[in-house]
């Protein structure tokens, strides 16, 4: 969650936010697959969840680290969410 608290008031969304990362930091590299999930469920029930994009963009540059994904493969989508929260809001730099 950003400084200010979490950008969502969608308490199951938050929960599944919050699975996601304790899946990320586990250290294992089937951790970051459930995350992504995790993540995806959460932006399902939040799409403006802007930890959440955040979230998911840095999991998918940890999945292509760590040779999950092809090289390139999720960077466009990585792109596509830190836009949309840079986009709706610009004072965000977390």
Not at 19 to 29: I, K, P, R, T, W
Not at 63 to 74: F, N, S
């Amino acid at each position: 969650a950003g400084p200010e608290g979490p950008t969502t008031a969608d308490l199951p969304a938050y929960d599944l936010f919050l699975q996601g990362l304790a899946a990320q930091e586990s250290g294992l590299y089937e951790g970051l697959e459930q995350a992504e999930q995790w993540f995806r469920q959460s932006l399902d029930k939040d799409p403006g969840f802007h930890d959440a994009r955040v979230a998911l963009a840095r999991n998918n540059i940890f999945r292509e680290l760590t040779a999950q994904a092809p090289r390139g493969t999720l960077l466009p989508e990585s792109q596509a969410l830190l836009d949309a929260v840079l986009a709706e809001r610009p004072d965000r730099r977390d």
